[in-house]
Antibody, heavy 119, light 108 residues
Framework: QVQLQESGPRLVKASETLSVTCTVSGDSLSTYRWNWIRQPPGKALEWIGYIYNSGTTNYNPSLKSRVTISADTSKNQFSLRLRSVTAADTAMYFC?????????????WGQGSLLTVSS | SYVLTQSPPVSVAPGQTARVTCGGNNIGSKSVQWYQQRPGQAPVLVVYDDTNRPSGIPERFSGSNSGSTATLTISRVEAGDEADYYCQVWDSDSDHVIFGGGTKLTVL
């Protein structure tokens, strides 16, 4: 059974860097695409980016200049770093596995980690 | 960039049929996924590649996609179907994922 679990600080100060880690069990990071998706309170889902085969990454162009997704295969974890955060980055951050078919589909999700940016 | 526009909130009585639409330029040429998100929970995939259901998803959930509109149909709606529903596509040119704005389904 594949499981994903987000972890990290829940409060970040404006202008600092947000970091959150996803620990994967029941699967290997060397397969599939591993994604970050966020959802501001009361708003829609927004795809942030993915890491594939522990090295290939691709990011949402609206966040690309501030985002880095990396992986630690020894711990079966992948992480998100978002620099220079503002209140607009306050959101629930989900990690999710993307299985490829005719297009990627997110078949396993973490329960989410609510990150708040304070001024 | 590619934009997905979902239908407004919908309210249906139990046992009736609910339809949620997702519009996009020539969306019929893309693979569409649908997710159900109940309050306080992570999204759950209910339809993928336009018409397919993952294991464990009831047959009451079905999808279609043609032209400029994809549709999620929920037959014999139950109270537990009350949730937000999101469509999602993949832009193969940029290898980016796009979500729609979500549609809230209320069961009366």
């Amino acid at each position: 059974q594949v499981q994903l679990q987000e972890s990290g600080p829940r409060l970040v100060k404006a202008s600092e860097t947000l970091s959150v880690t996803c620990t994967v069990s029941g699967d290997s990071l060397s397969t599939y695409r591993w994604n970050w998706i966020r959802q501001p309170p009361g708003k829609a889902l927004e795809w942030i980016g993915y890491i594939y085969n522990s090295g290939t990454t691709n990011y949402n162009p609206s966040l690309k200049s501030r985002v880095t997704i990396s992986a630690d295969t020894s711990k079966n974890q992948f992480s998100l770093r978002l620099r220079s955060v503002t209140a607009a980055d306050t959101a629930m951050y989900f990690c999710a596995r993307a299985r490829l078919g005719m297009g990627p589909r997110f078949d396993y999700w973490g329960q989410g980690s609510l990150l708040t940016v304070s001024s | 960039s590619y934009v997905l526009t979902q239908s407004p909130p919908v309210s249906v009585a139990p046992g009736q049929t609910a339809r949620v639409t997702c519009g996009g330029n020539n969306i019929g040429s893309k693979s569409v996924q649908w997710y159900q998100q109940r309050p306080g929970q992570a999204p759950v995939l209910v339809v993928y590649d336009d018409t397919n259901r993952p294991s464990g998803i009831p047959e009451r959930f079905s999808g279609s996609n043609s032209g400029s509109t994809a549709t999620l149909t929920i037959s014999r709606v139950e109270a537990g179907d009350e949730a937000d529903y999101y469509c999602q596509v993949w832009d193969s040119d940029s290898d980016h994922v796009i979500f729609g704005g979500g549609t809230k389904l209320t069961v009366l």
